[in-house]
């Protein structure tokens, strides 16, 4: 009996070992999701990150309705999203949750055309007719009359945009909205709007699919996306009335403003003569109050710390992936922002 019992203890005193160490290994496994408009970024350097920290980082590339999703249902770390949250979903979280600027992208448009390889000038008036099914042709008077040296065919186009919630179709319908009264009264802007036209494709790698397999096709992407597909993309004509093609210059133009203290801003249609029209920031998303779902402290820490190398070490791996670095501002805003998040309501980060 004697001999049972201690084999009883020795039973329990290992299953406590393995539920620590279980814990422990949990810890330093943070789960996000979010935006595929940022994969590309965050992969590189959750990867990098990994390499110098004991902490492995899992992020669904789902899009950003499924990563503020998650975030409600507090079953991940961190969120991410290319659009501030609205208020209906700020109102779903019901309490404080962070915007923190991490990088910003362009979202650039790409196109299928046999015969075609020159990048096409669109204005954000013409793009907003395709969207509508004003425009149906692609050698339209209206594309041809800012494309005056290119052979345009008589070819229908065929509309492609996301099919699922995406902070790359806020971005994208929010300069619609802002460049075309029609489509501000009859779509407007959204992570999810009814589309008045054409095939959706899930992601970015679905939307930049369906254009590369469709003749005819038109869709919009991440800037990184459309290199790493090697697809052809539009100059689009921004405010100051110039055809401006999507660079890590042009972004970087675009994204030179004053965040607020909140971090939320728009920039798309910028005022910038040089800037990239359809830009925006993306941004990290945290509940304030970390102490929620049974994390521990040191859990919440080892997110804080990823978020905030992100911010500083990170952005070394923005520009060679097309990504525009924070400015001094903005990572002052970003810096500041973490640092107001807590845990048990006393600060993570000193």
């Known amino acids: 009996m004697r001999v049972i019992k201690s084999l009883k203890l020795a039973i329990v005193a290992i299953a406590g070992i393995c539920i620590t160490l279980s814990a422990s290994a949990q810890d330093n496994t943070l789960l996000g ?35 503020i999703l998650q975030l409600t249902n507090k079953t991940v ?13 700020t109102a779903k979280l019901g309490v404080p ?9 362009a979202v650039v448009i790409t196109y299928n055309i046999p015969g075609v390889t020159a990048s096409l000038n669109l204005t954000g008036k ?13 050698n339209s008077a209206e594309i041809k009359a800012t494309n005056k040296n290119v052979n345009l065919p008589d070819m229908p186009i065929v509309v492609v945009h996301r099919s699922d919630g995406s902070g790359t179709t806020f971005i994208f319908t929010d300069y619609l909205t802002k460049v075309n009264e029609e489509w501000a009264k009859k779509v407007g802007k959204a992570g999810a ?19 590369k397999q469709t003749p005819g096709a038109i869709g919009y992407n991440e800037l990184a996306y459309a290199i790493q597909n090697k697809m052809t993309y539009a100059a689009i004509q921004n405010k100051s009335g110039k055809f401006i093609a999507a660079t890590l210059a042009s972004t970087t133009l675009a994204s030179n403003v004053e965040l607020p203290a909140d971090g939320k801003v728009s920039l798309t249609n910028t005022d910038n003569p040089k800037g990239y029209p359809i830009s925006s920031f993306t941004w990290g998303l945290l ?8 994390r ?3 859990r919440a820490k080892h997110a804080l710390d990823l978020l905030w190398y992100v911010v500083h070490d990170g952005q070394k791996f923005s520009a060679p992936l097309n990504y525009a670095p924070l400015s001094k501002s903005a990572l002052k805003v970003a810096e500041k922002i973490l640092k107001s998040a807590t845990f048990g309501g006393k600060p993570i980060l000193k």
């Open 33 to 67: 999701a979010g935006g595929t408009f940022v994969y590309p970024l965050f992969s590189k350097i959750f990867s990098e990150y990994g390499k110098t920290h004991n902490v492995k980082v899992n992020y669904q590339s789902i899009g950003s309705g499924g990563g």
């Open 77 to 89: 770390d961190f969120g991410e999203s290319d659009a501030p949250l609205n208020p209906e979903q």
């Open 97 to 105: 949750v962070l915007h923190i600027p991490v990088a910003a992208g």
């Open 126 to 138: 013409d793009l907003a007719d395709i969207y509508l099914g004003k425009i149906t042709k692609w």
């Open 193 to 211: 709007v009814n589309w008045p036209a054409g095939l959706g494709g899930k992601g970015n790698e679905g939307v930049a699919g369906l254009v």
């Open 287 to 294: 509940y304030k109050e970390q102490n929620y779902g049974g």
């Open 296 to 298: 521990s402290a040191a």
